[in-house]
């Protein structure tokens, strides 16, 4: 095999790297979107609006009440006094504190397990809550998770159709490589085949390329991974809990797999049926 073959072995490489780091990135996301989600409904904050002047000792009975609600999380059930819930509010509507008059009254917030959340569940915790004294009424909102839900697909096809193009172009570049090589070492397939060698030893060297061609894309890939998740995690954003290495793992073991396909096993096909061609 020609070694002078480093520009278009290049331009193969980067084809097939942007490839696995396009599919990596859709399976990172396909692996960790009910993660994602579950992280989400348990962040959504459901709240209990009380009427005014309330007794502490009644206050305290009420979260007693909702802390033990089936799927209610214990920790999450808090008092908010009216400028709390304005301060809280603001941020979440992104509205302005400068107002003299506070259109809130006391909240109590908590939070659901993911797998409690459900608009049943909350349902019946509003119908409950509502009956006791002191409570004004429950409110809710349930778009976000639909939105997250609707934002990872749209996402998740976008990186599919992108990685698709460049799969059509590695395999372009893969082949066009590969048949400028093999048209350029024409003689010395020629001369090979005519003093007996085996199609598996013409194929060797070709193959040998395609291997650490391959290997230098998954290493791409495992450098890309193993930053992109570094970075998530020292962010300290709600990202580090999103992660789960199990699927980070799993991600990088179909890169393997899809590198050996796209670069060796593609090389293979071509090489095959070039020598068929040439009459072995």
């Given at each position: 095999?020609?070694?002078?073959r480093k520009p278009t072995q290049f331009y193969a490489t980067m084809s097939t790297s942007i490839v696995l780091v396009?599919?990596?990135?859709?399976?990172?996301?396909?692996?960790?979107?009910?993660?994602?989600?579950?992280?989400?409904?348990e962040n959504i904050n459901i709240l209990v609006e009380l009427e005014e002047n309330l007794p502490s000792g009644q206050i305290s009975n009420l979260q007693k009440i909702i802390s033990a609600y089936e799927g209610v999380i214990p920790s999450s059930v808090i008092f908010l006094d009216k400028a709390s819930a304005l301060e809280m509010m603001s941020k979440e509507l992104n509205i302005s504190q400068s107002n003299e008059e506070n259109p809130f009254r006391d909240l109590i917030k908590f939070n659901l397990e993911s797998a409690s959340y459900s608009e049943k569940t909350i349902k019946e915790i509003k119908t409950?809550?509502?009956?006791?004294?002191?409570?004004?009424?429950?409110?809710y909102e349930n778009e976000s998770v639909d939105a997250v839900k609707t934002n990872l697909d749209k996402v998740s096809a976008g990186i599919l159709i992108l990685a698709f193009c460049f799969i059509i172009l590695a395999l372009a570049i893969i082949f066009n490589t590969i048949q400028l090589t093999l048209y350029s070492d024409i003689k010395?397939?020629?001369?090979?085949?005519?003093?007996?060698?085996?199609?598996?030893?013409?194929?060797?060297?070709?193959?040998?390329?395609?291997?650490?061609?391959?290997?230098?894309?998954?290493l791409t890939v495992v450098l890309f991974i193993g930053g992109l998740c570094a970075y998530l995690i020292q962010?300290?954003?709600?990202?580090?809990?999103?992660?789960?290495?199990?699927?980070?793992?799993?991600?990088?073991?179909?890169?393997?797999?899809?590198a050996f396909f796209i670069q060796f096993g593609t090389t293979?096909?071509?090489i095959h049926r070039f020598l068929r061609k040439e009459g072995r």
């Open positions: 095999m020609s070694k002078n396009l599919i990596s990135l859709f399976l990172l996301i396909f692996f960790h979107s009910n993660n994602i989600t579950n992280i989400v409904k409950n809550i509502e009956l006791e004294k002191g409570v004004i009424g429950l409110y010395e397939i020629k001369t090979m085949q005519m003093v007996g060698a085996e199609n598996s030893f013409i194929k060797k060297p070709y193959l040998k390329a395609a291997f650490w061609m391959s290997s230098k894309a998954v962010s300290n954003s709600i990202f580090a809990e999103i992660i789960q290495w199990k699927y980070v793992g799993l991600t990088i073991a179909i890169s393997m797999i899809a293979n096909a071509i």
